[in-house]
């Protein structure tokens, strides 16, 4: 168990580009969740996947964000258009959901955007 | 989720016991108190968790009053590798569990 992964770890980037993140979470989670962070402030929820359902998201999840699960393994957050504001640490989670498992959400190093 | 107030930082002294508070007024019966921490630009890790009875593992104890309106983290002998921010939140658990609602946390220093 390798734990959860992020690539890239930083991204830099002009504002108006797009940018795309990964998430590899632990092997069989069911679940997998993102976060952002800005500087300062706790992880603020973004939107979370059971499998490749998509069951909530957040109001901050503007319409130039999109994310997926396609296979139910790995996920993609992908940005359009950036924006300087969208300058944060994007953090991924995942959870299992299985009978006896610890049901905890394992956090993943995160990819840290700068948009200029 | 219900929200969690933490004072915005502590200090302790290295090897003594670091006592972090957490307010949780508004839980419900079936949300569970658990506490991460992050180090510096590092993503949170999860510490421990509890419903009302204490817990401890090989990394802290949490305590939970009675009402369940309030719990302590216990780091029961700090060091420098514990300065970090952490997080209290409430939340359901199980399979009906989704997000988890972070507030500013605490941020606490050790200090040599």
């Not at chain 1, 991204?11 to 797009?18: L, P």
């Not at chain 2, 009906?96 to 507030?103: D, I, L, M, P, R």
């Amino acid at each position: 168990d390798t734990g959860v992964s992020q690539d890239p770890r930083h991204k830099i980037t002009k504002r108006g580009q797009n940018v795309t993140f990964r998430c590899d979470p632990i092997s069989e989670h069911n679940r997998l969740y993102w976060y952002r962070q800005t500087l300062g402030q706790g992880p603020e929820f973004l939107t979370y996947f059971q499998n490749e359902a998509q069951l909530e998201k957040s109001r901050l999840l503007s319409d130039r964000f999109s994310a997926e699960r396609p296979k139910g393994s790995f996920s993609t957050l992908e940005i359009q258009r950036t924006e300087q504001g969208d300058s944060a640490m994007y953090l991924c989670a995942s959870s299992s959901l299985k009978t006896g498992s610890s049901y905890e959400q394992y956090f993943g190093p995160g990819t840290r955007l700068t948009v200029t | 989720d219900a929200k969690t107030t933490q004072p915005p930082s502590m200090d302790c002294a290295e090897g003594r016991a670091a006592n972090l508070p957490c307010n949780h007024s508004t839980i419900s019966g079936n949300e569970y108190v658990y506490w991460y921490r992050q180090i510096h630009s590092q993503g949170p890790q999860y510490i421990i968790h509890g419903l009302k009875n204490n817990e401890t593992n090989e990394m802290a104890s949490l305590i939970i009053t009675e009402d369940r309106k309030s719990s302590t983290l216990i780091l029961p002998h700090a060091t420098l590798r514990d300065t970090a921010v952490y997080y209290c939140i409430v939340r359901v658990r199980g399979t009906n569990a989704g997000k988890s609602t972070f507030g500013d946390g605490t941020t606490l220093t050790v200090k040599p």
